[in-house]
Structures are given as C-alpha cells and as structure tokens.
T-cell receptor, first 110, second 111 residues
Framework: KAGVTQTPRYLIKTRGQQVTLSCSPI?????VSWYQQTPGQGLQFLFE???????NKGNFPGRFSGRQFSNSRSEMNVSTLELGDSALYLC?????????FGPGTRLTVT | QKEVEQNSGPLSVPEGAIASLNCTYS??????FFWYRQYSGKSPELIMS????GDKEDGRFTAQLNKASQYVSLLIRDSQPSDSATYLC???????????FGTGTRLQVTL
C-alpha cells in the first residue's frame, strides 16, 4: 500500500508571495491533517479535512487555508508569506484514529 | 502549563539497556495516545498507539498508560544505536483528528 505523498518536497519563496502544497493520503483514508514543524514551536496543528469539509482548525492566521478534493487529496495554501513561515509542513493521513505522516514539504521564505 | 510535557533530553542510554521515555498531558478528555519516532531531517513515524489503561507491548517497545495520572510512557528494551532519534508523545484531542504534540525527547543510544 502506497504511503502518504507530498509535493513539492522543497520550496524556496520570497516574502509576500503565496504557496500551495499538496498531499495525497493513503488509499482509502478520508481524513487529512496538516501540521507545521519549526525548531522553536515544535509540531503544531493547522487544520484537518474529512470528506472535503474542514473539521478542525488550529490557531493560525487566516493566511493559512486548505481544501480537500473528492478523491481525498488535500492542498494547503499560505498567502503573503512571512519569514516566520519557514518550516517543515507535514500532512497526515488517517483512516480511523492513527495518523501517518508524509515526508513533508520544506518551505524556506527569504 | 503545557498541554503535553516531555523531558527534552538528551536521554543517553548504553546499547542493550532499557530506555524509558515519559509524557504527561493536561486534557482529561484525551482517549487515544500515540508515540512517534522522528529521525533528524525526517518526518514522524508512528511506532505505538495505546487506548486503554495498562501496558501494550509490540516487539521491543512497550507503551504504558495511566489516565488517572494523565501519564503515558514508552519503554524501549535492548536499545540499539538505530533507536537514536527524537520520540514524540501525542494525545488525540476531541472528536476530530487533532494530535497535540509534546516537544519530544531526544534519545541517544551509545555503543
């Protein structure tokens, strides 16, 4: 069974730009959660989508948004990038309670 | 008080010894608990899940849960150098799939 895939794996953007990250969950999993990992804040929950609906949201500004498609693939978007948005962005796929992480997208904002 | 607390370490144990990793959490509504292992530069890998009070064993790993004390632990027997990594404790919060992570404990297994 294929694991969680995320694209792109690495990204360099400039302040003020926007970025879209993609996540394909494990086949059959309907829940996709997004997390941000930084050295200072650790792993923080961004939001979770289930059957194309946002089911839960963390404490991030509105610049962070996401969506889920009918095939369960998910995208997250960050608009007006700031230097502090540099981080590893992880998506996790879940069929019940266990969550399996993808390899992550390393975003660097310059 | 942090929602999930772990000793950041590093916890240094000799090869072949038992490594004991501890975690406390504040949300009494948490029902499911997970341990992830994260190697430097990699994403977290699920290694154990536990849902009921008591012990759960899987190979060299044993997870222990005490909901009354809001405490969960992970024991690694016969520690190997390949176990050197950061171990993250994560209770599942609420009905949605929100994991709340501790800062992680860095484990170093020495030869």
């Amino acid at each position: 069974k294929a694991g969680v895939t995320q694209t792109p794996r690495y990204l360099i953007k400039t302040r003020g730009q926007q970025v879209t990250l993609s996540c394909s969950p494990i086949s059959g999993h309907r829940s996709v959660s997004w997390y941000q990992q930084t050295p200072g804040q650790g792993l923080q929950f961004l939001f979770e989508y289930f059957s194309e609906t946002q089911r839960n949201k963390g404490n991030f500004p509105g610049r962070f948004s996401g969506r889920q498609f009918s095939n369960s693939r998910s995208e997250m978007n960050v608009s007006t990038l700031e230097l502090g948005d540099s981080a590893l962005y992880l998506c996790a796929s879940s069929g019940d309670s266990e969550q399996y992480f993808g390899p992550g997208t390393r975003l660097t904002v310059t | 008080q942090k929602e999930v607390e772990q000793n950041s370490g590093p916890l240094s144990v000799p090869e072949g010894a038992i490594a004991s990793l501890n975690c406390t959490y504040s949300d009494r509504g948490s029902q499911s608990f997970f341990w992830y292992r994260q190697y430097s530069g990699k994403s977290p890998e699920l290694i154990m899940s536990i849902y009921s009070n008591g012990d759960k064993e899987d190979g060299r790993f044993t997870a222990q849960l005490n909901k009354a004390s809001q405490y969960v632990s992970l024991l690694i027997r016969d520690s190997q150098p390949s176990d050197s990594a950061t171990y993250l404790c994560a209770p599942l919060t609420g009905t949605a799939s929100k994991l709340t992570f501790g800062t992680g404990t860095r484990l170093q297994v020495t030869l």
